[in-house]
C-alpha cells in the first residue's frame, strides 16, 4: 500500500498520466482486498477514466471487472451488471482488435510473399533474358567464325583456281608457240628443200644415166635430202615434247 501511494505521488506530481491509470487500478484492487469498497471504487473510477483517454484496454478491463466486484460486494447489483456489461463490451473490442491485427498481419504476410514472388520472377525473368543474350552472343560469334572461315576457304580456292587457269593459259601459250613454230619450219623450211629436190630431178638424165650431169644432181639432192632430214627431225623433236605437255 505504502509503495502504491508512492507511486501515485511521483505520477501526480509529474503529471506522468500514462503510469496513474495502472497505479489507481494496483490502490483500488488493494481497497478491494481490504473491503475498503468506496475508497476502491473511487481509484478504480479514475483508472477507468484515464485508460479510456489514453487507450489503454487491458487497464481499462481490469479497472471494470475490480469495479463491478466492488459494486456486487456493495449490494449495487444494476451497477455491477452495467459494469460488467461494459467489461464484457472492451473484451469483445480487444478481442476484434486483436483479430483485426491478426487479419492485417496476415495480409501483410501474404502481400510479402506476393513481392517476393513477384520480385523473385523478375529475377528469373532478368536471369532468362541475360542467358538469351548471352546465348545469341555465342550464336552471333560461332556464326562470324564460320562465315569467316568460309571466306578464307573459298579465297584460297579462289586462288588456287586462279593460279591453275593462269598455269593452264601459260601452257596451252607454251603449246600454240610450238604449234605456231611447227607449222612456221613446215612452211619454210621444208618446202625451200622440196622444191629444191623436184628441180633437179627435173634435169637429170633419164636416158644416159652415165651422163656427168647426172652424178651433180645425185649430190645436190642428197645434200638437199639431209637438209630436210635435219629439218624433220627439228619437226618431231617440237611434236613429242608438245605430246609430252599435252599429258601433264
Known amino acids: 500500500m505504502e509503495c502504491a501511494k508512492s507511486a501515485l505521488k511521483l505520477a501526480e506530481e509529474n503529471h506522468n498520466n500514462d503510469l496513474l491509470s495502472g497505479i489507481y487500478t494496483t490502490l483500488g484492487l488493494v481497497y478491494l482486498k481490504r473491503g475498503e469498497f468506496q475508497q476502491a471504487i473511487a481509484f478504480l473510477q479514475n483508472a477507468l477514466s484515464l ?4 487507450g489503454e484496454l487491458d487497464i481499462e478491463q481490469n479497472a471494470l471487472t475490480a469495479l463491478s466486484d466492488a459494486y456486487e460486494k456493495l449490494n449495487q447489483p444494476e451497477k455491477a451488471l452495467k ?11 480487444v478481442h476484434g482488435i486483436d ?4 487479419l492485417v498481419r496476415i495480409d501483410l504476410e501474404y502481400e510479402k510473399q506476393k513481392q ?25 560469334l560461332l556464326l562470324s567464325f564460320f562465315i569467316y572461315r568460309s571466306y578464307n576457304t573459298a579465297k584460297k580456292y ?31 623450211f621444208v618446202r625451200g628443200p622440196v622444191a629444191t629436190i623436184l628441180g633437179l630431178i627435173q634435169f637429170f638424165n633419164y636416158e644416159d644415166p ?22 624433220v627431225k627439228d619437226i618431231v623433236i617440237k611434236e613429242n615434247k608438245l605430246r609430252r605437255e599435252t599429258k601433264k
Open 51 to 54: 485508460s479510456q483517454s489514453n
Open 83 to 93: 459494469t460488467y456489461r461494459d467489461y464484457i463490451s472492451v473484451r469483445d473490442s
Open 99 to 102: 483479430k483485426a491485427n491478426y
Open 116 to 140: 517476393t514472388a513477384a520480385f523473385n520472377e523478375k529475377i528469373q525473368r532478368q536471369r532468362i533474358y541475360t542467358y538469351t543474350g548471352f546465348a545469341g552472343a555465342v550464336m552471333v
Open 158 to 188: 579462289n586462288e588456287l583456281l586462279s593460279k591453275e587457269q593462269e598455269r593452264q593459259l601459260a601452257h596451252i601459250e607454251a603449246q600454240d608457240n610450238v604449234l605456231t613454230d611447227i607449222a612456221h619450219t613446215q612452211a619454210h
Open 210 to 231: 652415165t651422163d656427168p650431169i647426172n652424178k651433180e644432181i645425185m649430190a645436190g639432192v642428197a645434200a638437199t635430202t639431209e637438209k630436210l632430214d635435219n629439218v
